[in-house]
């Protein structure tokens, strides 16, 4: 008995210390590459957990768990993630009575049309192509490239995203920026916070 109470000790002592020596910075890119690879897995009942609630006002959760798995489960095209890289973890700052770090993020997407039988070799030849443009332009022309004899299109996507936290500590939520939709940025994050990223 005085063994187990002795291990038991001896587990709790060392499951405290290594939660009191993990950062606030540490906690965030924690919770933020568990996110990424429930989005990489295809996991979305999971990876809708880390988003932002407040997200939920615009788009009900099941809402946005269906559109991920019809887009990921498309018959018309094959969509994968890979690669999930955090290139940069901001400084944590008290905005109003939250916490917010901003995250840089990359991860390579593989796509590729499944076959239709109704285009012909020109019709598939013109969607490639303007879908190609279509990528470059959303994504940069050094970022995609296409592979003709697959009719595929491999992607590197970087992107910055917005860790939230009420404590600054634990439980981060997350959401991505993008600075075309201002309206929802406006309803997410701080106005000082929006402001840096419509002036970037």
């Not at 470059?136 to 050094?142: A, L, N």
Request: net charge negative; with cysteine.
């Amino acid at each position: 008995m005085k063994i187990k109470n002795a291990l038991y000790l001896i587990l709790l002592v060392v499951t405290s210390t290594t939660l009191l020596s993990e950062t606030p910075q540490e906690n965030v890119r924690k919770d933020f590459e568990t996110y990424l690879n429930h989005l990489i897995n295809q996991e979305f009942t999971e990876s809708v957990e880390y988003l932002y609630p407040e997200l939920f006002a615009f788009a009900p959760k099941e809402q946005i768990i269906s559109t991920m798995e019809q887009t990921f489960n498309s018959p018309e095209i094959q969509i994968s993630l890979t690669s999930p890289n955090i290139l940069n973890t901001g400084e944590i700052r008290l905005i109003d009575s939250a916490y917010y770090c901003k995250l840089t993020y990359s991860h390579q997407m593989y796509m590729k049309f499944n076959q239709d039988t109704t285009l012909s070799a020109d019709d598939i030849a013109l969607r490639d192509e303007m879908t190609l443009a279509n990528l470059k332009s959303t994504f940069g022309e050094d970022n995609v490239s296409y592979d003709s004899v697959n009719n595929s299109f491999d992607i590197l996507s970087e992107k910055d995203s917005y860790g939230k936290s009420i404590n600054g500590k634990t439980e981060w939520k997350f959401v991505d920026v993008d600075a075309n939709q201002i309206m929802l940025l406006n309803a997410l994050l701080p106005q000082k916070i929006v402001d840096e990223i419509t002036t970037e």
